[in-house]
């Protein structure tokens, strides 16, 4: 998500499963393997089946992806007509987000104060909640944010957003030391992207570098509290590092002027992050805005298979 300082600081082929049209699955000698690995990570191809893992397969083979080419992006003006309004709307054509049914919002303490019985009656059905950045920085308001989302009826989540000048170790001791079990009622996030307004940590790693970090952060962090996190990215990040890699995990991809397939070809995604400037009812100010892979039922089964 876009980044405010705060301190030291797929093709997914289908167009979702409410809509007449069904995208086929391109798995062809692969669809064995497929099912076998289907509990791991998340992708759509097809709605009739009954089971989670049925209805949920990996998509394609990031490895082997070509350029994505960067999509035409037609403003439209605001609020525009999605299903929630938005300040700098655009036009994604028919794979549009409300595609989708199941919407939710990620948060940091810049949203304020938030009327969360407003942000459940708009239908919002999840929230990522920033917990932690770096080794030494917690949000002040993570704690009043994940009592009122469950409060609210809202399952919720936190992220760590990385800090490339801090060691994993030290990023991952911090979040648990700030993250209470009792908050982490979806995966943890790890939120990981060049961070281009620190004034502090202009580091770039190499991806080597990059991906062994993340992975003993996400070790760590996943044994504590028994869930494997999900990968937070935007696309210049994981172009240059995650790309056919972290095959397994569940990864949220930032997209804001098209559908990811798009901008990230052949890259299974459980969560879209459609909009950094959403109109959400009970939050003052802009608000990322978030899109599920799948249906309803799915999100049901999804959260009885990792949420708690």
């Given at each position: ?58 998509i394609g ?14 403003k439209l ?135 062994a970090e ?95």
């Open positions: 998500m876009p980044h405010r300082p705060s301190g030291p600081a797929a093709p997914a082929t289908f167009l979702g499963c409410d809509a007449p049209v069904r995208a086929k699955p391109r798995f062809g000698a692969r669809r064995t393997l497929a099912a076998l690995v289907a509990a791991a990570t998340l992708g759509l191809a097809g709605c009739s089946s009954t089971s989670l893992e049925a209805d949920l397969q990996p083979s990031p490895k082997n992806s070509p350029a994505a080419n960067k999509p035409e992006v037609v003006e605001a609020p525009g007509p999605g299903r929630y309004g938005d300040r700098k709307p655009v036009e994604f054509g028919k794979h549009h987000p409300d595609r989708y049914p199941v919407h939710g919002i990620d948060i940091s303490k810049w949203q304020g104060e938030i009327d969360w019985s407003e942000v459940r009656k708009a239908g919002v059905s999840f929230v990522f909640i920033k917990a932690t950045e770096g080794g030494d920085h917690s949000d002040s308001r993570f704690d009043s944010y994940w009592r009122g989302a469950r409060a609210a009826g809202i399952p919720h989540a936190p992220y760590h957003f990385y800090y490339f000048c801090r060691p994993a170790r030290e990023q991952a001791e911090w979040f648990i030391a700030n993250v209470a079990r009792s908050a982490v009622q979806m995966p943890p996030v790890l939120d990981v992207e060049w961070n281009h307004a620190s004034r502090t940590c202009t580091s770039r790693p190499d991806p080597e570098t990059v991906r993340m992975k003993l952060w996400m070790d760590i962090v996943g044994k504590h509290y028994g869930k494997r996190p999900i990968i937070y990215t935007p696309v210049d990040f994981h172009r240059e590092n995650l790309d056919g890699h972290f095959k397994g995990y569940q990864f949220w991809l930032r997209s804001v002027a098209a559908h990811p397939q798009d901008i990230y070809p052949e890259h299974p995604w459980t969560f879209w992050q459609y909009t950094g400037t959403g109109m959400m009812p009970g939050i003052k100010g802009d608000t990322d805005i978030n899109a599920f892979a799948g249906n309803r039922k799915q999100w049901k089964e999804w959260l009885q298979k990792y949420g708690r």
